[in-house]
């Protein structure tokens, strides 16, 4: 008898300890929010957050992320209905707040324009882009400005060109095969299959002479002011994830190839750029949101790198 309570009593300890246990396990994993990102199109600017995905970083901070392609004309206002909670759109965006969108950017991931000017066989030199039609994504978006900022530093004007609104790269990519337009502004693996079927690359990210970010972390102010906790655990992940592909070359090359169907060499060629373009701090500075809105709003009416600034230094970064 004295035998049997010794077994039940250690049966009821065991049981005990799964019980505090296991309610622990899952209840963290019940506890996951879901939280809506949206990005614009398929592109190298999108790996920081495929790793903070597939590498576990948004679950880490207690998130279940789903990202979302989305027009990037219609991100900002799906960010102030609560369609979606965050946006990494950042051109299109930036052109809402200073409209008057009530969003804010926290954290700046890629901050210089990885894009290259991409033209028919054709057309030899930048002169010959005169009266001729540049496929963009959407109007005044990320890759217009990128591609006025390429024409700019060869000399040329912008006005010269007629912009036509066709979508994401694989579209813009195919309306240059097709003729439709002359000039696509876009960006690695795409320049390189353009450049291997004999279409012509006239400028690239070395012509920007101006800080041009192509992708950040943009919330409504509602949000940041009711669900700090929420955008701090967002930018923790994205800073996490950045420090991820600066130091993890190896690991990072098969997501791109995955993502985009890159073969190796163009996604170390890819994986070169991008981290020639990362902010490593998640910031620009002053003078270069000045530079972007062309002082028609000021930083802190564009920006709120409070969360951010608090989330480097719980993770130690710089």
């Not at 799964?18 to 899952?26: A, E, K, Q, T």
């Not at 940041?224 to 592909?245: D, E, G, T, W, Y």
């Not at 910031?283 to 062309?294: N, S, V």
Request: net charge positive.
């Amino acid at each position: 008898m004295e035998w049997w309570c010794h077994v039940v009593a250690r049966i009821m300890c065991v049981s005990l300890v799964s019980f505090f246990l296991l309610p622990v396990h899952y209840g963290a994993a019940a506890q996951l929010t879901k939280v809506r990102i949206s990005y614009s199109s398929r592109s190298n600017s999108n790996t920081p957050f495929l790793i903070a995905l597939n590498k576990g970083f948004f679950a880490e901070e207690g998130m279940d992320v789903e990202l979302i392609q989305v027009n990037p004309r219609l991100a900002a206002t799906a960010v102030i209905n609560g369609d979606l909670d965050l946006t990494t759109t950042f051109g299109t965006t930036l052109r809402g707040i200073i409209s008057g969108f009530p969003v804010k950017f926290v954290a700046v991931s890629v901050k210089k324009s990885e894009h290259f000017l991409a033209v028919r066989p054709e057309i030899k030199e930048i002169r010959d882009l005169n009266g001729k039609k540049l496929g963009v994504a959407t109007l005044f978006g990320s890759d217009q400005r990128a591609a006025e900022e390429m024409l700019k530093g060869k000399g040329f004007s912008p006005t010269m060109m007629k912009p036509i609104a066709l979508g994401e790269s694989p579209v813009r990519a195919q309306a240059l095969r097709a003729g439709l337009v002359d000039a696509i502004s876009i960006t690695s693996p795409f320049d390189l299959s353009l450049k291997s079927e004999g279409f012509r690359l006239l400028a690239g990210p070395q012509d920007v002479q101006i800080a041009l970010p192509t992708s950040g972390l943009a919330v409504s102010n509602r949000t940041l002011q009711q669900n700090p906790q929420m955008v701090k655990r967002s930018v923790r992940a994205l800073l996490k994830a950045h420090r991820f592909v600066f130091e993890n070359r190896k690991e990072v090359l098969p997501e791109m190839i995955r993502y985009l169907d890159q073969t190796p060499a163009v996604a170390e060629r890819s994986y070169d750029l991008l981290v020639g373009s990362l902010s490593r701090n998640g910031e620009i500075t002053d003078q270069e949101w000045d530079a972007l809105t062309e002082k028609k709003k000021s930083p802190d009416e564009v920006r709120d790198f409070t969360i951010l600034r608090e989330a480097r230094k719980e993770l130690k970064i710089q």
